[in-house]
């Protein structure tokens, strides 16, 4: 008895010590903030976990998406035993010991075993093929937690067999909710500026903001130590933007929503005008602000095929891989992968004329709404379809030496009218001659009177 004394007392002692974000580790569903997609009313790892029906299952998603949070619910909602392993640290031999306990727990007791393997991606080929047959055969219902890919760093089979949910990270209203828990539980008071930044700052990560909030709640409570003697209003701690730009080891620089937009439009411009230099300046400034990198990745992939387009083809590729490292990488690693898109548009070729193109085949589109497909094009696939005429007179391209052929491709109308004007550079420069030649092997197959 003494010693379950002494051992809950540690563990009272160790949770009053424990940081904000462990502190406020949610104790219900609707205490988690964020990831209403899986977890609001109805939705599907709710109902699952409510229902305690769950199986092996992948929790994939960036750190500080409550992904550990999730997994602890799990544990107090399951009837079920919970085993709970970190894959940096465990061994086969640990594998082995947990599926040898559920086992027995099973045959002697007929209770089932969840076993929560935290940085599941963590564990190579043989850690996890020693987990597969267990999983198989439903021994063991594995929670799977992994901030990286899990098509890349889960083995297939293991894969295959559990159920894959991304959690997203939190958004700015999302972690400003927490912010304001988090102050509740450490009995302070923040200036709103104090929590934009830290809001802005976290990239979604709710551990990271709690973190930062609690070091900026103790230099603004040390602050209040040394203000109480002439303040007696100074109870309180008041978390200010100063507390906040050393808890997160950066400076405030922000702007409004007007010059948000002033900023974005320079870094477009810079860009359209083949200015490099101009362009990296714009997209550290939107960086220092805290702009969403993944609001700069989407803009630099429109641009890539509005202000770029076949004058440069591998720029729509560059400014795509980008946007897939800030989701794979984050910042500040991916700020790198940024800038290499960023100096690749700059420099590449510049032509709109896709964008013109477009324009002008949806106008046709619009001002003849009822053109159908010729004959010729039409599906001849499916049974009777010959018999209607569809696909009769079609010329294969491959049949031809240049693996191309003039024939009509519109409705005959609009037959004459030219959408796409290749520039004069980069690659469209190539193209222009094979594109002007075609049309004009085109134009002399016309009939007279559509010439």
């Given at each position: 008895?003494?010693?379950?004394?002494?051992?809950?007392?540690?563990?009272?002692?160790?949770?009053?010590?424990?940081?904000?974000?462990?502190?406020?580790?949610?104790?219900?569903?609707?205490?988690?903030?964020?990831?209403?997609?899986?977890?609001?009313?109805?939705?599907?790892?709710?109902?699952?976990?409510?229902?305690?029906?769950?199986?092996?299952?992948?929790?994939?998603?960036?750190?500080?998406?409550?992904?550990?949070?999730?997994?602890?619910?799990?544990?107090?909602?399951?009837?079920?035993?919970?085993?709970?392993?970190?894959?940096?640290?465990?061994?086969?031999?640990?594998?082995?010991?947990?599926?040898?306990?559920?086992?027995?727990?099973?045959?002697?007791?007929?209770?089932?075993?969840?076993?929560?393997?935290?940085?599941?991606?963590?564990?190579?080929?043989?850690?996890?093929?020693?987990?597969?047959?267990?999983?198989?055969?439903g021994l063991l219902v594995l929670v799977g937690a992994t901030t990286?890919?899990?098509?890349?760093?889960?083995?297939?089979?293991?894969?295959?067999?559990?159920?894959?949910?991304?959690?997203?990270?939190?958004?700015?209203?999302?972690?400003?909710?927490?912010?304001?828990?988090?102050?509740?539980?450490?009995?302070?008071?923040?200036?709103?500026?104090?929590?934009?930044?830290?809001?802005?700052?976290?990239?979604?990560?709710?551990?990271?903001?709690?973190?930062?909030?609690?070091?900026?709640?103790?230099?603004?409570?040390?602050?209040?130590?040394?203000?109480?003697?002439?303040?007696?209003?100074?109870?309180?701690?008041?978390?200010?933007?100063?507390?906040?730009?050393?808890?997160?080891?950066?400076?405030?620089?922000?702007?409004?929503?007007?010059?948000?937009?002033?900023?974005?439009?320079?870094?477009?411009?810079?860009?359209?005008?083949?200015?490099?230099?101009?362009?990296?300046?714009?997209?550290?400034?939107?960086?220092?602000?805290?702009?969403?990198?993944?609001?700069?990745?989407?803009?630099?992939?429109?641009?890539?095929?509005?202000?770029?387009?076949?004058?440069?083809?591998?720029?729509?590729?560059?400014?795509?891989?980008?946007?897939?490292?800030?989701?794979?990488?984050?910042?500040?690693?991916?700020?790198?992968?940024?800038?290499?898109?960023?100096?690749?548009?700059?420099?590449?070729?510049?032509?709109?004329?896709?964008?013109?193109?477009?324009?002008?085949?949806?106008?046709?589109?619009?001002?003849?709404?009822?053109?159908?497909?010729?004959?010729?094009?039409?599906?001849?696939?499916?049974?009777?379809?010959?018999?209607?005429?569809?696909?009769?007179?079609?010329d294969y391209p491959h049949d031809h030496a240049d693996g191309w052929?003039?024939?009509?491709?519109?409705?005959?109308?609009?037959?004459?009218?030219?959408?796409?004007?290749?520039?004069?550079?980069?690659?469209?420069?190539?193209?222009?001659?094979?594109?002007?030649?075609?049309?004009?092997?085109?134009?002399?197959?016309?009939?007279?009177?559509?010439?």
């Amino acid at each position: 008895m003494p010693d379950d004394l002494f051992s809950a007392a540690a563990e009272q002692h160790l949770a009053r010590q424990a940081p904000l974000a462990a502190r406020m580790r949610p104790t219900r569903l609707d205490d988690v903030v964020g990831q209403a997609h899986l977890l609001g009313p109805g939705r599907p790892l709710r109902a699952l976990i409510e229902e305690d029906r769950l199986s092996s299952v992948i929790l994939w998603g960036p750190p500080g998406t409550g992904k550990t949070s999730v997994a602890q619910l799990i544990a107090t909602t399951t009837a079920k035993a919970f085993v709970q392993l970190s894959a940096v640290t465990a061994t086969v031999k640990d594998v082995r010991e947990v599926i040898a306990g559920a086992h027995q727990r099973l045959g002697e007791r007929g209770r089932g075993t969840i076993l929560f393997l935290d940085e599941v991606h963590r564990f190579n080929k043989a850690q996890q093929d020693a987990l597969l047959p267990a999983v198989e055969s439903g021994l063991l219902v594995l929670v799977g937690a992994t901030t990286e890919n899990p098509f890349f760093e889960v083995n297939p089979p293991l894969l295959s067999r559990s159920t894959l949910f991304r959690l997203e990270p939190l958004g700015p209203a999302e972690i400003r909710a927490l912010l304001e828990r988090g102050l509740a539980v450490e009995g302070a008071v923040a200036d709103d500026e104090a929590l934009a930044l830290l809001a802005d700052r976290v990239a979604g990560d709710g551990r990271h903001a709690l973190t930062s909030l609690e070091v900026a709640v103790a230099l603004a409570a040390a602050r209040r130590d040394r203000e109480e003697l002439t303040d007696p209003a100074a109870a309180t701690p008041r978390v200010t933007v100063t507390d906040a730009e050393a808890a997160l080891g950066t400076k405030a620089i922000r702007y409004g929503r007007d010059e948000h937009y002033d900023v974005v439009s320079a870094f477009i411009k810079s860009i359209r005008g083949s200015d490099p230099d101009a362009a990296l300046y714009w997209l550290a400034r939107m960086l220092e602000a805290g702009e969403d990198a993944r609001f700069v990745a989407r803009r630099l992939v429109i641009l890539a095929s509005e202000d770029v387009g076949m004058a440069d083809p591998t720029s729509l590729l560059v400014a795509d891989a980008a946007a897939r490292a800030v989701e794979f990488v984050g910042l500040p690693e991916a700020q790198l992968n940024l800038a290499h898109a960023v100096v690749h548009l700059a420099t590449a070729p510049k032509s709109n004329r896709v964008t013109v193109a477009l324009g002008r085949a949806r106008s046709d589109v619009r001002d003849h709404p009822g053109d159908e497909v010729p004959l010729h094009l039409r599906d001849a696939h499916y049974r009777g379809a010959r018999s209607l005429g569809h696909g009769v007179g079609y010329d294969y391209p491959h049949d031809h030496a240049d693996g191309w052929v003039a024939q009509q491709h519109r409705p005959a109308e609009l037959e004459q009218h030219v959408y796409y004007e290749p520039s004069d550079h980069g690659r469209e420069a190539r193209l222009r001659d094979d594109l002007e030649r075609r049309r004009a092997a085109a134009r002399r197959t016309r009939p007279p009177e559509t010439r």
